[in-house]
T-cell receptor
């Protein structure tokens, strides 16, 4: 079974631009989470989508947004890019069959490395 | 979610067992212990998880103390490719959704 895929793998943008990153979860997985990793802040949770609805959100400004499509694929968007948005953006998917289930393991993709100049 | 404490770094000789400790003294009864690792600039890789019993899979073993306040991840025969940052994560119920809270982790260096 193919793993989580993310596109593009590398991206260079300039301040003020906006960017869209894409994530395809493992086949059959319905939950997609996004994380940002920087040297200073480590790995931080951005948001989670399940059944096309945002289920959970981390402490990031509104410039960071996401969505999920009916096929569970997800995109995240960052508007008005700042230098501090340079990071590795990671997507993770899990089965998440429904509330009350035991913990569902998350599997990560390779990430998209964004450089903002 | 309970906070975890891990050593910043550890070294291990190739072919020997690597034992990575994790303290999670505030863990509650329904929280799981998860281990991930991240090789430089790659996405975190799931290793193993457990609730209270010891667990083993093809990658590693997880030993959880009886009081569940600490655990140890064991890589039985470490190789150079096991050099990575290892994260111990305690994960709560569905109230936290699928959010994983990563700490600083342990940098494991396997030496030839």
């Amino acid at each position: 079974k193919a793993g989580v895929t993310q596109t593009p793998r590398y991206l260079i943008k300039t301040r003020g631009q906006q960017v869209t990153l894409s994530c395809s979860p493992i086949s059959g997985h319905r939950s997609v989470s996004w994380y940002q990793q920087t040297p200073g802040q480590g790995l931080q949770f951005l948001f989670e989508y399940f059944s096309e609805t945002q289920r959970n959100k981390g402490n990031f400004p509104g410039r960071f947004s996401g969505r999920q499509f009916s096929n569970s694929r997800s995109e995240m968007n960052v508007s008005t890019l700042e230098l501090g948005d340079s990071a590795l953006y990671l997507c993770a998917s899990s089965l998440l069959l429904g509330a009350g289930r035991a913990q569902e393991t998350q599997y990560f993709g390779p990430g998209t490395r964004l450089l903002v100049l | 979610d309970a906070k975890t404490t891990q050593p910043t770094s550890m070294d291990c000789a190739e072919g020997r067992a690597a034992n990575l400790p994790c303290n999670h003294s505030t863990i509650s009864g329904n929280e799981y212990v998860y281990w991930y690792r991240q090789i430089h600039s790659q996405g975190p890789q799931y290793i193993i998880h457990g609730l209270k019993n010891n667990e083993t899979n093809e990658m590693a073993s997880l030993i959880i103390t009886e009081d569940r306040k600490s655990s140890t991840l064991i890589l039985p025969h470490a190789t150079l490719r096991d050099t990575a940052v290892y994260y111990c994560i305690v994960r709560g119920k569905e109230t936290s959704g699928s959010r994983l809270t990563f700490g600083e982790g342990t940098q494991l260096t396997v030496n030839p």
